[in-house]
């Protein structure tokens, strides 16, 4: 018998070993099976629903040929495995990616060609999986499919929300939520799991039991498993991502039931799914206490059952487990790992505590992403020793030896009736990494500072990435068809490759084509605004975008306030040859943010007047698209010219957008903030369009009295714009709208928008004279994909690999 990828076909199963090596054979026919017998429709009653199914069905398929293979591979070589535990993963689509990865795009589309359907329409009925917020989501994202690429044998473990991040419209110019809904569909790509279940206990008693402790919860709920296989470039590797659901240990209440308390009968079933109901619609705010950090336990405590699972099948000596297991704790979400892990091994296997918590330490690392002080999680000793009551008393004896240890350290985990996080995530962990350069050194200097000087080693730098599947050869098909033709192909998994096309740019058809696939992904994009929201654009324009969360750190008001300035100076002086442009804004605010809301409105409102002016209007359109998410941002990251990065110096972590934009080849606005100082040193400073303060010039500032009011007075365009909000020009029947948004900015401003309000208009307008300029913008534009190879998320995993987990890859 033939073997392929370790498995031994016979002759009745050879379409199988044809599918593992070639995919596209058969595709058509594979559809068309699944269409009838997993969807049960003929091709003439068909919805493009159901040929979607079918189609990811048939795709999937050939993931798991890959799949068995890699489990099996890992098992064979005893290699160490990789645990990324996060709280979100905000994965978008997966059929378009699984389609790329597997190199199936031609064969799909040529099927799709022949049966007469409309197989772009196919890949966008799609929902997209939103189980996360924003950066931290996305980055858990691009790793795992970075991890399947590297062939690193790793697991991502989650939660799977019923509904995801919410689904934003604006109504009269203001945010209004939906839940969303994507489990309403068949879920194609998961696998349950039932055998994968595990009891997670909350409340109740501990009972001494001689030198170890038991504990006896009072409240428990089922976590039950789903598999989603994610499959690497070419397929070579196939990892999983195993998300847990909660559901009631005794689910139902005949005895209520029948005794016509139908409500009642239900409670329990529906309060132990209420744990995995909803992804916390927040990005940096500290939400609602108890149910997050029910969450927060449920999937973490899962997790590490499964992993102690899975370790015991196949080693009996416990203290191999950090040479076999690496677990990263995204953030300090799952930050209870570290006392739940010294429970399982101290309390339940037995062993000295000290050695608990030392093969605990070795087996875990933390990874910050932020060092706003809102949020940093603590938890009230109240709650936490309510819900956890022996976590509590181990969180203070990892307190005590830390302490024995260390006895010149200054702060503890514990203190002034909290539970620091971050803190015991430090402890608890032997690497703790930042994502930026910029932000880990922040991290020593500040959140951290006790705690490095005790453990100088402890903290180091991991730069985020982004996948190039994703962001560039699967949402840019013209610039990557045109980097493919220039260098060949293998900068998909080698970005660094990108470099090579820098003496390309010498030739005037290369940078023509590079031009023009930049002007066609604008012309779409036109097309798509003026068919779905009515919008009118000339692609012609400057297209600068800001898509983020919505946070006063982020500074989209800054932004919206250099849209008035410049509305106003053009309708001062329309002939002064202004460089068009369409001012693109996209984004979600947490619902109880009530600042952030208003800076949404306010965008909508000025858009509204600003594009009814006939004076201004062929120079200047603003407009804000409802409902960013992953695959919006894929639609307009390749369309855009000029990425808006412009966060208070400090406060931006690192920022994975920015690098999006970089390698679809749009220049960059920004602060010294997060990776754009990495971004800034790779591009070239020529190509960047840097303005503002430093972190420290920001610290510095912030102890000037009345420093937005000086800024003010020194700054006639940015009085005359505040004045205009304030007078009512965009809320003319409610004067007072944005008076929160004025006052503040005018009074303590503490990100510190007018104080940077005169330079960011300056880059402005450097940035309007440079787009004058098409073939140097151009250049500069192609020197910034050329450039941005560092910026893979594959070149963060193999630093993960090599500095955090040692962990290898087992690719072919
Ligand atoms: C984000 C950071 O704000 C962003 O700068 C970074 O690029 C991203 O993480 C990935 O590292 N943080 C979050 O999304 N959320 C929290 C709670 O930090």
């Not at 924003?134 to 691009?142: P, T, V």
Request: net charge negative.
């Amino acid at each position: 018998p033939d073997k392929v990828c370790g498995i031994y076909v016979t002759a009745n199963n050879r379409n199988i070993m044809l599918r593992a090596q070639m995919p596209h054979i058969g595709l058509r026919e594979d559809i068309l099976r699944q269409l009838a017998y997993v969807v049960g429709k003929d091709p003439e009653h068909a919805t493009l629903y159901d040929w979607r199914i079918a189609l990811s069905h048939a795709v999937r398929e050939r993931i798991v040929d890959r799949w068995f293979a890699s489990t099996r591979r890992t098992y064979e070589e005893g290699a160490k495995r990789v645990y990324y535990l996060s709280m979100e993963f905000l994965i978008g689509r997966l059929l378009e990616d699984a389609i790329t990865n597997l190199r199936l795009d031609e064969a799909a589309e040529l099927a799709f060609r022949e049966l007469g359907i409309d197989y772009a329409a196919v890949l966008l009925d799609e929902p997209d999986a939103a189980l996360g917020n924003g950066g931290l989501g996305r980055l858990a994202a691009c790793f795992l499919e970075s991890l399947s690429t590297i062939g690193c044998p790793a697991y991502g473990y989650g939660i799977r929300y019923e509904h995801g991040l919410f689904r934003q419209s604006f109504e009269d110019g203001r945010q209004v939520e939906a839940p969303e809904t994507w489990l309403l569909q068949h879920h194609v790509w998961e696998f349950e799991r039932p055998e994968a279940m595990f009891q997670i206990g909350f409340g109740g008693e501990v009972r001494e039991a001689g030198a170890r402790a038991v504990w006896e919860p009072t409240e428990a709920v089922f976590a039950e498993a789903y598999d989603t296989p994610i499959v690497g470039w070419q397929g070579r590797w196939a990892n999983t991502l195993r998300l847990w659901s909660a559901r009631a240990v005794d689910p139902f209440d005949l005895e209520r039931f029948n005794l016509g308390d139908y409500v009642a009968a239900a409670a329990p079933e529906a309060l132990a799914r209420t744990i995995s109901r909803v992804l916390y619609p927040d990005d940096t705010t500290e939400p609602g206490k108890e149910l997050r950090l029910k969450q927060e336990f449920f999937f973490t405590a899962a997790s590490l059952r499964d992993i102690l699972r899975r370790f015991d099948s196949e080693y009996d000596d416990i203290r191999k487990l950090p040479a076999k297991v690496a677990i990263q704790l995204n953030d300090t979400h799952p930050a209870i790992a570290g006392p739940e892990l010294v429970r399982l091994l101290h309390d339940e296997r037995g062993l000295e505590f000290d050695e608990a918590v030392a093969l605990a330490r070795g087996t875990l690392s933390y990874t910050n992403h932020t060092l706003l002080p809102e949020a940093l999680e603590k938890w009230s000793e109240g709650l936490m020793g309510r819900l956890l009551p022996r976590h509590m008393t181990l969180i203070e004896r990892i307190d005590a030896l830390h302490a024995r240890e260390n006895p010149t350290r200054k702060a503890a985990a514990r203190a002034n009736g909290q539970v620091n996080m971050g803190e015991l995530s430090f402890v608890m962990a032997h690497k703790v990494n930042g994502v930026s350069a910029l932000h880990t050194e922040l991290m020593k200097a500040t959140v951290f500072e006790d705690l490095h000087q005790l453990h100088p080693d402890r903290i180091v730098n991991q730069t985020n990435g982004v996948t190039p599947r994703r962001w560039l050869l699967s949402c840019n098909p013209r610039l990557s068809a045109l980097v493919t033709e220039a260098i060949g192909e293998d900068w998909v998994d080698d970005l660094e490759q990108l470099a090579r096309l820098e003496p390309r740019l010498s030739d005037a058809g290369f940078v023509e084509g590079f031009a023009a696939a930049k002007r066609a992904n604008k012309v779409d994009l036109s097309n798509w605004m003026a068919q779905g929201h009515d919008l009118l654009v000339d692609p012609e324009a400057m297209f600068d975008v800001q898509i983020k969360r919505i946070h006063e750190y982020k500074r989209q008001h800054l932004n919206i306030l250099e849209a008035i300035a410049l509305w106003q100076e053009i309708r001062a002086n329309p002939d002064a040859g202004w460089a068009p442009r369409v001012k693109i804004f996209g984004g979600k605010a947490a619902p109880g943010y009530v600042f952030a809301k208003k800076i949404i409105r306010l965008i909508n409102d000025v858009a509204r007047v600003v594009n009814a002016d006939p004076v201004t209007s062929p120079h200047l359109k603003v407009v804000f698209l409802p409902n960013y998410n992953v695959s919006l941002a894929e639609r307009l990251i390749p369309a855009a010219d000029l990425s808006e990065q412009i966060s208070t110096a400090g406060k931006e972590a690192s920022g994975t957008g920015n690098m999006k934009f970089a390698l679809n080849g749009a220049l960059t606005i920004g602060t010294l903030d997060g990776a754009n100082v990495e971004i800034r040193e790779r591009v070239g400073e020529e190509n960047f369009f840097l303005f503002g303060m430093t972190a420290d010039e920001v610290v510095n500032r912030r102890d000037i009295a009345n420093h937005a009011a000086k800024a003010i007075a020194a700054d006639t365009r940015l009085e005359l714009a505040l004045k205009a909000i304030r007078e009512g020009a965009f809320s003319p029947k409610e004067r007072d709208r944005y008076r929160d948004i004025t006052d503040n900015l005018a009074g303590p401003d503490y990100f510190l928008v007018c104080s940077d309000f005169a330079d960011y208009w300056r880059a402005q307008r450097e940035a309007d004279a440079a787009y004058r300029d098409s073939a140097a913008w151009t250049r500069k534009a192609a020197l910034n994909t050329a450039r941005s190879g560092w910026f893979s998320s594959d070149r963060t995993i193999r630093g993960y690999m090599g500095e955090i987990w040692n962990a290898g890859s087992l690719n072919p």
